[in-house]
């Protein structure tokens, strides 16, 4: 792998995902043959997919021909974690007008030295689905009510069927790691010749 504080290394793209923290360098090809880097300025616009007004804006600087983003790491810090949706503009320098080039998403994830739960959602509620269960043999009662308030709670039936459901969206999260780190699955199919 190459050094990736070096700029020339940079990879190609608006990344999929960066973390919190990091040192986040970039650069965008595609347009650098059409949208001259010393007559254009190009700004990455991101808000975050959760309808809270969390916004993050990066503008490039010229790398020879091309567009080149980078964050420090003190920067990245004051990220909100999250998934966010992403446009590309370019701005003729000359008369400000913009156009958009480009839309996606990316995430922005959880630097695990900050003692944060590095489960995903489905994990954390499948730890607490089974806790339940576990603790149903000990307490038999499906509601309470006091002074005229009512607390109903999950029949062990109910309980069931969330717990299935959360295995199978931490087997799809799991199979899907898998995938991505290059390791074989239970639907990999081996074959001898």
Same mark, same amino acid.
């Given at each position: %792998?190459?050094?990736?504080?070096?700029?020339?290394?940079?990879?190609?793209?608006?990344?999929? !995902?960066?973390?919190?923290?990091?040192?986040?360098?970039?650069?965008?090809? !595609?347009?650098?043959?059409?949208?001259?880097?010393?007559?254009?300025? %190009?700004?990455?616009?991101?808000?975050?997919?959760?309808?809270?007004?969390? +916004?993050?804006?990066?503008?490039?600087?010229?790398?020879?021909?091309?567009?080149?983003?980078?964050?420090?790491?003190?920067?990245?810090?004051?990220?909100?974690?999250?998934?966010?949706?992403?446009?590309?503009?370019?701005?003729?320098?000359?008369?400000?007008?913009?156009?958009?080039?480009?839309?996606?998403?990316?995430?922005?994830?959880?630097?695990? #030295?900050?003692?944060?739960?590095?489960?995903?959602?489905?994990? @954390? %509620?499948?730890?607490?689905?089974?806790?339940?269960? +576990?603790?149903?043999?000990?307490? #038999?009662?499906?509601?309470?009510?006091?002074?005229?308030?009512?607390?109903?709670?999950? $029949?062990?039936? +109910?309980?069931?069927?969330?717990?299935?459901?959360?295995?199978?969206?931490?087997?799809? @999260?799991?199979?899907?790691?898998? @995938?991505?780190?290059?390791?074989?699955?239970?639907? $990999?199919?081996?074959?001898?010749?």
């Amino acid at each position: %792998m190459a050094n990736l504080f070096d700029s020339a290394n940079a990879p190609d793209g608006v990344p999929d !995902e960066v973390f919190i923290g990091d040192f986040i360098q970039f650069k965008i090809t !595609e347009f650098s043959g059409d949208y001259d880097n010393s007559t254009h300025t %190009m700004r990455l616009i991101a808000r975050i997919s959760t309808g809270a007004n969390t +916004e993050i804006s990066l503008t490039a600087s010229a790398s020879d021909n091309d567009y080149l983003f980078s964050v420090a790491s003190s920067a990245s810090a004051s990220f909100t974690a999250g998934n966010y949706h992403y446009q590309l503009e370019i701005t003729r320098n000359s008369d400000s007008n913009r156009i958009i080039v480009d839309r996606g998403q990316i995430k922005v994830a959880t630097d695990y #030295d900050n003692n944060v739960d590095p489960r995903q959602h489905a994990e @954390i %509620m499948l730890g607490k689905i089974e806790t339940i269960l +576990e603790g149903k043999a000990d307490s #038999d009662v499906s509601s309470y009510s006091i002074n005229g308030r009512s607390l109903n709670k999950f $029949t062990p039936s +109910e309980l069931l069927e969330w717990r299935d459901y959360y295995r199978r969206e931490v087997n799809e @999260i799991k199979r899907q790691e898998r @995938i991505t780190h290059g390791r074989k699955t239970k639907s $990999t199919i081996l074959g001898r010749f």
